[in-house]
């Protein structure tokens, strides 16, 4: 690099420092030279050679020795060429999060891919800030959270209101049931025995649901027992009984006692609370199901196709291999329809066009995106028999347009793994080659 382009990259790295990175790599990506800065004097025990003439060859190298070794990976795919020119090329400003060994610590960084701009487009810039003190605050917070969720946990299954409270003796498995009184919540015993395993084992054969027995028998045993006596957790578990021959849900709590010789088993009954749980379940499924649903047609709206749209771009930038294809219909002469017979006639015209949609590709989800287009997202057996689907569509639009009934223009693409990156490619090649469908028929008076 001449000293011309050293100023000019000092300016840069100048900017960059105002945004805090404790270290800079400057990179041509062309020729893939490239200057190393820090101002952090940690990294200078790295080793890091300040410049080199192939960055994406020596960074791979470098991190071996200075990345903690779960993180390796994730910075040699990261920063590898393929990667970092496909963002270059998408204007993405990727950033990850790994960790540095310093004085023989892992200290956590964050990385960002920076793409040059205006005549420096062939340069970009690779920030490293140190943020080890942001995250383990972080995590010690999420620490402290899940401890006192824990504790929470605990003490509102104190409070629960209990069927019955077994305490055993796990010598000699001696045990008294309880159960507290209703009229003063004081305890009473319900029974006595001298084998609490053997006792409870023939409830659980005799009155738990049979879909269940299988692992709430194996939840009781001595071995699981000892198990959880040496890690001091909680066993807890739902279960069902049959009560009147309908399933009733129950919890089943055990922990161990202070004396480190007993256990405490609760039961209690959470049927209400567990259904009042499915209904808000199901209420929930039930609104987002109708949020994404058109009202006229009954099919999918453009809400539920942008959640599509966002489920395959997910499979896109991950690399995904499932091909799928896009078709774009739009409903011809709808003005006409409802200038001449009203929107009622329309609305029926609409509802025409989404059947014969739906009846061309059966086994695809099919959304209404505008008043009077749709598209339909093709996988699977539709797929594979995409062009025969479409030629028969276009082949019934001609039948229709001869006597009088709904007419589609449509267009189809598939997704091209080498040269999409992203659906609104796809998507843009299917609505132009149906504009192109809707001028052919207008020639022929569709």
Not at 14 to 27: G, H, M, N, R, T
Not at 335 to 362: L, M, P, W
Request: glycine share 6%.
């Amino acid at each position: 690099m001449n000293s011309m382009e050293d100023k000019e990259i000092f300016v840069k790295i100048a900017e960059a420092l105002l945004v805090d990175y404790s270290s800079i790599y400057y990179v041509n990506a062309v020729t893939k030279r490239y200057k190393w800065y820090s101002i952090n004097s940690g990294f200078k025990s790295l080793g890091l050679e300040f410049e080199g003439d192939d960055f994406f060859k020596n960074v791979s190298r470098d991190a071996i020795k200075v990345v903690y070794p779960e993180d390796v990976q994730l910075i040699v795919d990261f920063l590898s060429e393929t990667n970092v020119m496909n963002n270059i090329c998408t204007g993405e400003m990727k950033s990850i999060l790994y960790r540095l060994i310093i004085d023989g610590k892992p200290v956590y960084h964050t990385m960002r891919l920076i793409k040059g701009i205006g005549e420096d487009s062939d340069y970009f810039i690779v920030g490293v800030l140190n943020v080890d003190e942001k995250i383990r605050k972080e995590q010690q917070a999420r620490e402290m959270e899940e401890k006192s969720l824990t504790y929470n946990q605990i003490a509102m299954a104190l409070a629960t209101r209990l069927d019955s409270i077994y305490y055993v003796d796990a010598n000699t498995l001696n045990y008294v049931e309880y159960t507290c009184s209703k009229d003063d919540s004081s305890m009473e015993i319900l029974a006595e025995g001298s084998d609490f395993f053997e006792d409870f084992g023939e409830e659980v054969r005799t009155k738990v649901v049979p879909e269940d027995r299988v692992f709430m028998t194996d939840s009781l045993s001595e071995e699981k027992l000892s198990s959880l006596r040496e890690t001091g957790d909680v066993q807890r578990f739902n279960f069902r009984i049959l009560r009147n021959g309908a399933p009733v849900y129950m919890n089943y709590r055990m922990v161990w006692a202070a004396d480190g010789r007993h256990f405490i088993v609760g039961i209690s009954n959470i049927d209400s609370q567990v259904r009042k749980e499915k209904d808000y379940v199901q209420a929930i499924r039930s609104a987002t199901e109708l949020a994404e649903k058109d009202g006229l047609t009954g099919v999918k709206n453009m809400t539920a196709y942008q959640k599509m749209e966002d489920l395959l771009q997910k499979g896109i930038n991950i690399g995904g291999n499932e091909p799928f294809a896009i078709v774009v219909c739009d409903v011809n002469g709808l003005k006409q329809v409802n200038d001449t017979y009203g929107h009622k006639a329309g609305d029926e015209h609409i509802r025409s066009a989404c059947d014969e949609v739906c009846r061309a590709f059966q086994h695809s989800p099919v959304f209404r995106i505008g008043g009077d287009e749709f598209c339909a997202v093709l996988r699977g057996g539709d797929y594979d028999n995409r062009d025969l689907l479409l030629e028969e569509l276009k082949a019934r639009m001609i039948t229709n347009g001869r006597s009088g009934e709904v007419v589609l223009a449509t267009g189809m693409s598939a997704f091209d793994k080498g040269n999409d990156k992203l659906v609104s490619q796809v998507f843009k090649r299917a609505d132009n080659l149906m504009y192109e469908n809707k001028k052919q028929l207008k020639e022929i008076g569709y």
